[in-house]
Each structure stands twice: as C-alpha cells, then as structure tokens.
C-alpha cells in the first residue's frame, strides 16, 4: 500500500540531541536509541470515517520524533499499519449500504491528503491488514502448532497464558484489564475461552462478512495480531518504539506484545511504549462513536491554514489529554503569522542559541509547549529589534527550524 508522498526537511546546522520519551511500561523518561539507527512502529487508522483531530495529534507526535531523531543523524525506519478490515469499518458498511472495500478506499485516500497537508513525514512501509492476511494465517499456524492457540467453534484465540510477561505493558491489574477488554471491542463474556482476557486471532467466516480461505479455514484476522505480525515481519523483536493514543495501551499493545513474544521467545516485542493523549470536545474525548469529532479536512476545507491547524495541535505536551477549545486556534493562527513575519525579516538577531534551545526541548520528550515558546520569544525579539542590527541568516535559520523540527512550513527570504 502507497503512503502520502514525503516533504523536504531541512538541514541545521551542527547535530540535535539524543530523543528520550517516556515510556509507558516503566513509567520513566529514557533515551530511545543510542546508535545510529532508529526504528518505530506506530498503529494506523481504521478507515471507516475521515481524520479527526485526535488522529491527527497522535501523528504529530510520532512525526515529531522522527524528526528529533533525523535530526541526530538517525536513519529511521518507521512502519505504520492500515487495518483495512475490522468490525467498525464493516459496521459503517452495513449502515451506509457502500461496499467497505471502497469506504476503506475513500478514507484511506482522505487521510493521505490530511497527513500530507499537515507535512507529517510518511511511513517507509505503509501495510494493510487486507494484503498481510497470508503472513497472519502463517503466524496463527505457527501458534496453534506450538499449543499457544486454542480453537472455539471456527475461531482461534490466544491464552494469554502462553504470555509470561503479560501484563508488563500497560502494568493494569486485573479488574482494570477486564473493564478496559469489554470496553474496547473484547469478548470477555464469550462461552468456550479459557480465560476472559484471551484475545481474538482468527475470526471464523460470519454470514455477511469478508472472509479468506485460509489453511485456518475461512475467515480473518483479528486485530492484535495484525499489528503483532506487521511489526515484527519488518522491524524485528526489539525495535525502539512501539507507538500510539493512550486508548492503545490495553488491550491492544498488550496483545500485540504477548502474541510477538509467544511466537519468538524473545521478549521485549519493543524497547519503548509511547503513547499519545487524547483530544477532547465538551468535555469528552474525540470519537468516531461519539460523533463529537473535529475532521481536519473540513477545517481544510473551510481554508483553515495546515500549518495553524498543526501548531494548534502541537500548543501542548503529546501525553496530557486536552480540550479542542475554541481559542485553540485563533491562537495558532496569530502564532503562524508572527513567526511568518520574524521569518521574512532581512535581519534579525542570531538564532544560534534558539536552535539549540528547541533542539534540547524536544529531545526531552518532545516538549513542544517549552519549543514553541521559545521561538515565540526569538520571534518577538526579532520583529522589536533594530535590523541593521542583526544577521541577514538568521531569519532563514529561524525558518528551518520551525521546518526541520516542528514541521511548520514558514516562507523566508534566501
């Protein structure tokens, strides 16, 4: 599957910081690689409805450590999954009455155009759940022959007994895990499992839906083990973040763990779990089932500038959840044209100190607020200063950073 197409970033002058995030199963703030390679899996859309805001913020904040670590000299192989095939995309379906390979089509289609708009720096591999059936089916095989997997009528579950460190993601006891499992499309309740949280591999062929034919026999994956696969067939046990919104916590990245984990023996399935919070409207967070959604291409469409609408997003540390207020982005918008005018000045004081400001910033798990405040001031300084006084670069520098870093697009004079 084709991703958007890429932007060019930057060069900066000298080298950033090593990026350290916070990493949800130890609850502490480390460094993500310390080599010259990184590598990233993040989880993807399901395509049933169009980009909300809360999408997008998660996707920000995975491209802004992407750039972080570019930024280091890093060479970055970054994965991101589409699951083209799942109970909502399929509901939305039914309800519509449109055929749910072309609603996956549209959507998939529309999210590229926000992503692309938004400048979010593309995936290496983009991978549908539809084309990565034959891989799943073979890992599934591969648990079932490893007495790691158990049928229950035409489906096949994981016991999550088979995980020894289950768990150890999202560090949830048990009461929270079974909540959160019924909440967030498990079947704790289902007649004929082991335990309540064992998880769904192989949905048996349902009248009305999409199935393969399988060696499993007819039917389709299940959602943890898409990602488990998708991951671990191009990244490998061990790669450096495992990312997505806090909701991903459980039970998703904790499947996805435990089903890697029992299929290699070799834990950890990621180095890192980050994740990202969740974006709120009226006091609730944004969903596709609460229909209390913000879509960025209707703010597109309505001529909101990308580039406000990601400063908005970014006006706020990646992990607290936060209210899409109505000042929101009025505020980025008079951002944008301030440092739109700093960045067209013909000298202005030097940016040298700015550059390492906000390089040390985000590499300090992505601190954005503190980054943007930063070139705020630099920029304020900038359009009160004398500029016979300052440097003809600076202005050009103080745009490639907002470029380079925060991927906010700033014309600026060569």
Known sequence: MDAWPSVAVPDLPGSGEVLRLYDTARHEVRATTSGPAASMYVCGITPYDATHLGHAATYLAFDLAQRVWRDAGCRVHYVQNVTDVD????????????????????????????????????PDEYVGAVES???????????????????????????????????????????????????????????????????????????????????????????????????????????????????????????????????????????????????????EKMSKSRGNLVLVSKLRGAGVDPMAIRLALLDGHYRADREWTGGRLPAAELRLRQWRAAAALDAAPSATALLADVRARLADDLDTGSAIAAMDRWAAGALDAPTEAGETTAPRLFADIADALLGVQLPARH
């Open 133 to 283: 059936v034959p891989e799943i089916t073979d890992a599934i095989g591969r648990l079932l022959a490893a007495g790691k997997a158990y049928a229950v009528d035409d489906d096949i579950y994981f016991p999550v007994s088979a995980a020894p460190g289950f768990g150890s993601e999202s560090n949830y006891d048990r009461d929270t895990m079974l909540t959160l499992f019924a909440e967030r499309g498990g079947d704790p309740q289902r007649p004929g499992k082991r335990d309540p949280l064992d998880s769904l591999l192989w949905r048996g062929r349902r009248p009305g839906e999409p199935y393969w034919d399988t060696p499993l026999g007819p039917g389709r994956p299940g959602w943890h083990i898409e990602c488990s696969i998708i991951a671990l067939n191009r990244l490998g046990m061990g790669f450096d973040v495992q990312g997505g919104g806090s909701d991903l916590i459980f039970p998703h990245h904790e499947h996805s763990a435990a089903h890697a984990e029992a299929l290699t023996d070799d834990p950890p399935f990621a180095h890192h779990y980050v994740h990202a919070g969740m974006i709120g409207l009226d006091g």
């Open 87 to 122: 109970d909502p995309l399929l509901e939305r379906a039914a309800h519509t009455g449109e055929n749910w390979m072309s609603l996956a089509e549209r959507e998939i289609d529309l999210f590229r155009q926000d992503m692309a708009a938004l400048r979010v720096l593309p």
